[in-house]
């Protein structure tokens, strides 16, 4: 296995690349998070009361030194998702291997978070399909979740194109103990 937190590898196809988020992606990202149409579709379960709506430039660059420090903890990884065709960030991957007492002890968790315009069923798709084959060697686990509200049709639609299932499984939070809902699964083939 690949230790993710000493090199961070960086994945692409045609139209699309991930590499580690960088300090100079915050302009970009500044689009994404301060996008309130894509608010809604941000996981922002268990994290400590943020809900990742970053409306300033600064507020971008504090969030972006917290995902920095993150990856140096070994706490999670956060790849910006490079649309190739304009050379601008437009969202983030985020993954981690979670701990836990409950249903989803060492399984990747994975947060996706793309700008409104790009909320759409054939770019989410073509995200997970280029992310997640990978991520099972670079975080050691078996299985894969995902946040879907039920409001968000595209990423359902994604996300059941890709494989993944519907859980009725709760994932508790570590800091809050609140059960939280609507998460999907996806299981490495054998």
């Known amino acids: ?7 961070c590898p960086e994945m692409e196809n045609d139209r699309f690349r991930l590499r580690p988020v960088r ?7 500044l689009k994404v998070y301060s996008d309130r149409n ?3 579709f941000f996981n922002s379960d268990n994290c400590h009361g943020d809900n990742f709506y970053y ?4 507020r ?9 420090s993150s990856y140096e903890n070994g706490w999670f990884v956060r790849w910006s998702v490079i649309d190739k065709t304009i050379s601008q960030a437009i969202g983030t991957i985020e993954v981690f291997r979670r701990q836990a007492d409950d249903d989803f002890n060492d399984v990747g968790v994975l947060r996706l978070d793309v700008r409104s315009d ?3 069923a054939e770019i989410l798709e073509e995200l997970l399909r280029l992310f997640v084959p990978q991520a099972y060697e670079l975080f ?14 595209e990423r359902l639609q994604a996300a059941q194109r890709a494989g993944f299932e519907k859980s009725e499984s709760l994932l508790i939070g570590t800091y809050d103990h ?13």
């Open 60 to 68: 971008m660059e504090q969030a972006i030194d917290f995902w920095l």
């Open 23 to 29: 300090k100079k992606d915050a302009e970009d990202l």
């Open 38 to 40: 894509a608010l809604p």
């Open 118 to 120: 790009y909320e759409r």
């Open 55 to 58: 409306p300033t430039l600064e």
């Open 178 to 190: 609140y059960p939280y809902n609507n998460y999907w699964m996806i299981r490495k083939s054998r």
């Open 140 to 153: 050691g686990c078996r299985e894969i979740i995902t946040k879907v509200p039920l409001y968000a049709l």
């Open 1 to 7: 296995m690949t230790n993710v937190y000493s090199h």
